[in-house]
């Protein structure tokens, strides 16, 4: 990162840190960390799998359980309401589930393993109102469903995120319309009343979802991201709805 960007994104943390946090959006900090740590988690166990091939016993399985044991004791050190235990049954599913995908596609594997980790350690990525597999997956945006955003000059990873996910783009499209909306009908005082509360919702939605602007991001690794934002911007349009 260049000296003048290492700047701008150390004004921009100093201005997020001053915003508001509220229990809930602790709650979602802590909820995408949680998938951050799954991701990490089905990564390393499809390559392992994948090198060891069909030595499901002995190494395999030790490092599998220990691989477990790391996420299970991370994911509980985040306090998340509602978070599963894994079982024994939950330890020998993930690598008999997993491991024909990992001999065959490592992009399987990883989804294999991340579905059931999530189902079991991290439910509550269902308050977004959709399928735990849904809401956690980007699902390709259709053409009618447009974000806020033009996405033919996206200027950040997460404005990729947002046109490229149809989930996201149908909840940001509506929160761009009631703003919209609402900055037509205003006096100027209003309007800059109305920008300065959307400028700090955006703040707060990047600091609660661990997204830092500037950095670079691939849309994988944006994907855990999801739900926080999902959940976040639907609370932002019933806000601006009433």
Not at 30 to 54: D, F, H, M, P, W
Not at 210 to 233: F, G, H, R
């Amino acid at each position: 990162m260049s000296a003048t960007r290492t700047t701008i994104a150390f004004a921009m943390l100093s201005v997020i840190c001053a915003t508001p946090v509220s229990a809930q959006d602790i709650y979602l900090s802590r909820q995408k960390q949680a998938l951050g740590v799954i991701l990490e988690t089905a990564n390393s166990l499809c390559y392992t799998l994948n090198q060891q091939g069909r030595m499901v016993e002995g190494d395999v399985s030790g490092t599998t359980k220990a691989t477990l044991d790391d996420a299970v004791s991370r994911i509980k050190s985040l306090d998340l309401i509602g978070t599963g235990k894994l079982t024994e049954r939950d330890y020998q599913g993930v690598q008999q589930d997993a491991l024909p995908d990992a001999l065959e596609s490592s992009q399987a594997c990883k989804r294999a393993i991340f579905d059931r980790l999530v189902v079991v350690m991290v439910p509550g990525v269902a308050d977004t109102g959709l399928p735990i597999s849904r809401s956690v997956h980007l699902n390709p945006r259709r053409p009618e469903h447009k974000p806020s955003i033009d996405c033919s000059n996206t200027n950040e990873p997460l404005e990729e995120l947002l046109c490229a996910d149809d989930d996201l783009a149908q909840w940001d499209g509506r929160m761009g319309q009631l703003y919209w909306t609402q900055m037509r009908q205003l006096s100027s005082d209003g309007r800059r009343a109305l920008k300065q509360q959307q400028v700090s919702w955006i703040r707060s939605r990047n600091l609660t979802c661990n997204y830092t602007p500037y950095e670079s991001y691939s849309l994988d690794q944006l994907s855990p991201a999801k739900p926080c934002i999902l959940q976040m911007t639907r609370r932002r349009v019933e806000e601006l709805g009433n």
